[in-house]
């Protein structure tokens, strides 16, 4: 068999990866702190999305002392005042990039009765604010903290202002916690359970990959291991990686509440990898490689780089522009950029590719039928899976509840798309599905036993038959019980 060529694609990668893992890390909410000198009197800092009843906010901010102006009506003008908003519309996506309103316009739409400024100043005492004095320079050094009530899950948003002033200037550090329990103290409401999921559904793919290695094993001591069958296992000894290093960045998150970005980055890497080592796959099979020949023509090779080129390099993209360019003030869901559109429409011209290749295979082989049917309508759904999860992601599910529903759905349909492939063949006992016939007793695993009680695998109905082996007639042989084993 000719293995498919990607030269190009195997030079593109490993500069992609150095750029992706050297783009600098998002400051996300959790632990935040820094240096922020601006000419502007109201700034964005982070969000949060706070538990109903255990959120919990503490700060220290420092900034250079002011003198207080003598002038009546100008002292609300000297000092600055962390802003918080919610997600309510009246509120954050009122004031967020609204060009039309200044600086007293955006406090303006805050309850007072809610709490929701603390002015850093010594006559404001929940500031906890003190005058500290370092090399000569008079500091103002505010320490304390809020909790947040609420009758649901809210997004908070955490904002700087001095209005009327000469800019801001101040050095800042941030806890925001939800509870003391290890899984849920630095986690974001939002992302409640995504490391239990990850954990869950990476034991899970250890699993399918030891049987899928088990499996290969036996059908290479028979000589029988094709190309399409390891292709298989890649893909799922990639997503074990992903999903491992996704398990490393969330657990040292739930630590520290920082986590390594360029773990994250990694792990979303090798997440698109198997993604597309499995499409890559879908397609082969559905253009008949190992099941109907045993080699592609140059053409379509050349189709299938290009293609999965387009594909690899549109995943980087979206990868680059979530981390440079998605808006750290809106919570955006990954499809929701020209990259996330785009790799939609790439999925369902990969679907339309691999209706059209599957058609053809049938065209020329109908005795495959039996295996493609199944095979067709079961990676239908998967294939549809992607487009519809983005539109209930980006419409249906709330934004306080998106990225831990939209992370187990995702793993969901990756778990779907290896376990198909792996019990598969003990789902339909369907004789002459490959082109391969094998007598029952060389197969390396033992068949469920409804498949010994069908009529179809009777001895009246052995006879001699032409089997046709990768595109070659062998001539005839006696053709014993079958069975449905499309990756032999």
């Not at 053409?299 to 690899?312: C, D, F, Q, R």
């Not at 004789?431 to 033992?446: E, N, Q, R």
């Not at 009777?458 to 499309?486: A, D, E, P």
Request: glycine share 6%; aromatic share 16%.
């Amino acid at each position: 068999m000719e293995p498919l060529r990607a030269p190009a694609l195997r030079r593109l990668l490993p500069p992609l990866l150095l750029l992706l893992l050297s783009l600098p890390p998002r400051a996300r909410a959790k632990y935040v702190r820094g240096n922020l000198s601006s000419k502007e009197d109201w700034v964005f800092l982070t969000r949060f999305c706070f538990l109903s009843d255990y959120g919990r906010l503490d700060f220290r901010f420092r900034y250079p002392e002011l003198p207080v102006p003598n002038i009546s009506g100008l002292q609300a003008k000297c000092c600055q005042n962390i802003l918080l908003y919610f997600d309510d519309p009246s509120q954050w996506p009122a004031v967020y990039k609204a060009g039309d309103k200044d600086c007293l316009a955006k406090e303006s739409v805050i309850r007072p009765e809610n709490n929701q400024v603390i002015n850093l100043t010594t006559q404001y005492a929940w500031s906890g604010c003190q005058v500290v004095s370092e090399e000569g320079t008079r500091y103002l050094s505010c320490s304390s903290g809020r909790s947040f009530r609420s009758v649901r899950e809210r997004w908070w948003y955490i904002a700087l202002s001095k209005c009327g002033g000469d800019g801001l200037q101040l050095e800042y550090e941030m806890v925001l916690t939800n509870g003391k329990s290890f899984w849920t103290r630095h986690f974001s409401a939002d992302e409640f359970g995504i490391l239990e999921t990850d954990v869950t559904f990476l034991l899970i793919f250890i699993l399918i990959f030891f049987l899928s290695c088990y499996f290969g094993y036996l059908l290479k001591g028979r000589q029988l291991l094709h190309t399409t069958y390891k292709m298989f296992m890649a893909a799922a000894g990639v997503e074990v990686l992903s999903l491992l290093f996704f398990c490393i960045y969330w657990g040292q998150y739930a630590t520290d509440g920082i986590g390594n970005e360029s773990v994250k980055i990694l792990a979303k890497l090798l997440f698109s990898s198997s993604f597309l080592i499995f499409l890559l796959m879908l397609i082969l099979l559905g253009k008949g490689f190992t099941v109907t020949r045993g080699r592609i023509s140059h053409a379509g090779s050349v189709k299938l780089s290009v293609y999965m080129t387009l594909y690899t390099l549109t995943h980087v993209v979206l990868l680059i522009y979530e981390a440079e360019f998605f808006d750290p003030g809106q919570v955006l869901y990954t499809y929701e950029s020209p990259a996330g559109y785009g790799l939609i429409g790439l999925q369902v011209a990969a679907y339309v590719w691999f209706c059209y290749a599957v058609l053809v295979s049938l065209r020329h082989f109908p005795e495959k039928q039996p295996f493609y049917v199944p095979f067709f309508a079961a990676y239908t759904l998967w294939f549809f899976a992607v487009p519809v999860m983005a539109l209930i992601a980006n419409f249906g599910i709330p934004k306080w509840a998106r990225e831990k529903i939209v992370n187990g759905i995702q793993l969901g349909i990756h778990l779907y798309a290896h376990g198909v492939f792996l019990i598969l063949p003990f789902l339909f006992c369907i004789p002459t599905a490959f082109p391969t016939l094998l007598d029952l007793s060389t197969l390396p695993l033992p068949l469920p036993k409804f498949c010994h009680h069908r009529p179809l695998f009777r001895k009246k109905h052995l006879g001699w038959h032409r089997v046709k082996l990768l595109g070659s007639w062998v001539g005839n042989r006696r053709v014993q019980h079958h069975i449905f084993f499309f990756f032999f």
